[in-house]
T-cell receptor, first 115, second 115 residues
Framework: DQQVKQNSPSLSVQEGRISILNCDYT??????FLWYKKYPAEGPTFLISISSIKDKNEDGRFTVFLNKSAKHLSLHIVPSQPGDSAVYFCAATGRGGGSNYKLTFGKGTLLTVNP | NAGVTQTPKFQVLKTGQSMTLQCAQD?????MYWYRQDPGMGLRLIYY???????DKGEVPNGYNVSRLNKREFSLRLESAAPSQTSVYFC??????????????FGPGTRLTVL
């Protein structure tokens, strides 16, 4: 049972254009969402997050949008740069048993930005 | 400041062999985590430690043991390796006690193959 779904395994965009990566979740207990970026042979690095009390969070070229009613979030990268080429993981966490909020990851989307 | 380091980077084992994956962080973080990533899959939590002296099971703990040796180090042991444990293993750490907004920082990973 996949609670965090990234239905597009890959996405290819031109440099300078917008990249939109999508993520859907099924668990209503999730209330905090994160995007991680991963280059080959490296560990994931935190990119941006959003709490369920917001519908948008922006950090430079990166913006995350959250649609709670649709249980959907998206990451927008504008403008896209070749250095953005990486695998992007959506992750979610939320209220549950215990004091530790465990992250549930999607399968990832490989973004390729072409010069 | 090296962040999160993992050793070894690569390892090949035969079925039934044992080994320990090492992880250390120099950020004085309280929480540490072990994940595995299989091809086409997101990261799945194996074990975590919210503080020195405590460990808890994650989503896929079977076949693994962990030790939080001190605040800096968190090791993952495979007592009798199986081909199903072929994966890339990531260690992570976070400053807090695993709270919702506690950003996790990942190491570069250990690529393990079990023949």
């Amino acid at each position: 049972d996949q609670q965090v779904k990234q239905n597009s395994p890959s996405l290819s965009v031109q440099e300078g254009r917008i990249s939109i990566l999508n993520c859907d979740y099924t668990n209503s207990m999730f209330d905090y969402f994160l995007w991680y970026k991963k280059y080959p042979a490296e560990g994931p690095t935190f990119l941006i997050s959003i709490s369920s009390i917001k519908d948008k969070n922006e950090d430079g070229r990166f913006t995350v949008f959250l649609n709670k009613s649709a249980k959907h979030l998206s990451l927008h990268i504008v403008p896209s740069q070749p250095g953005d080429s990486a695998v992007y993981f959506c992750a979610a966490t939320g209220r549950g048993g215990g004091s530790n909020y465990k992250l549930t990851f999607g399968k990832g989307t490989l973004l390729t930005v072409n010069p | 400041n090296a962040g999160v380091t993992q050793t070894p980077k690569f390892q090949v084992l035969k079925t039934g062999q044992s080994m320990t994956l090492q992880c250390a962080q120099d950020m004085n973080h309280n929480s540490m985590y072990w994940y595995r990533q299989d091809p086409g899959m997101g990261l799945r939590l194996i074990y975590y430690s919210a503080s020195e002296g405590t460990t808890d099971k994650g989503e896929v703990p079977n076949g693994y043991n962990v030790s939080r040796l001190n605040k800096r180090e968190f090791s993952l042991r495979l007592e009798s390796a199986a081909p199903s444990q072929t994966s890339v293993y990531f260690c992570a750490s976070s400053e807090g006690l695993g709270g919702r907004t506690d950003t996790q920082y990942f190491g570069p990973g250990t690529r393990l193959t079990v023949l």
